[in-house]
């Protein structure tokens, strides 16, 4: 399980890197979800919610015995953690609480 955590930690930067690219600026990651929050008068968490919820779908009719999809559902579940971390990314940059230490005994 150490093994493949590793590839999917590997995997997940991959992805969170090409998103970044097309969906983000170099000085916003954010920045695709702040703008459809102002197309639809929602804030960005709730955007991601929205994009989140997709993929977890897919994952649920997986489970469900759904096994042929257009996408693999592993690559629903990377897309799933990147944005779970993206949401932590921004819970980070809302609190900015100096004394939470995200260090690896939390």
């Not at 991959?14 to 703008?35: H, L, M, P, W």
């Not at 990377?78 to 940059?93: H, Q």
Request: glycine share 6%.
């Amino acid at each position: 399980m150490k093994q493949l955590m590793k590839k999917i930690a590997s995997i997940v930067e991959e992805t969170r890197n090409s998103g970044q690219i097309e969906y983000a600026s170099d000085v916003n990651v954010f920045a695709d979800f702040e703008s459809t929050a102002d197309l639809v008068g929602i804030d960005r968490e709730s955007v991601l919610l929205t994009f989140l919820n997709k993929h977890m779908r897919g994952i649920a009719s997986y489970i469900r015995g759904h096994k042929s999809q257009r996408e693999d559902v592993r690559g629903r579940i990377t897309d799933a953690i990147v944005y779970l971390c993206l949401l932590w990314g921004m819970i980070e940059e809302d609190n900015k609480d100096p004394n939470w230490e995200s260090d690896s005994t939390r």
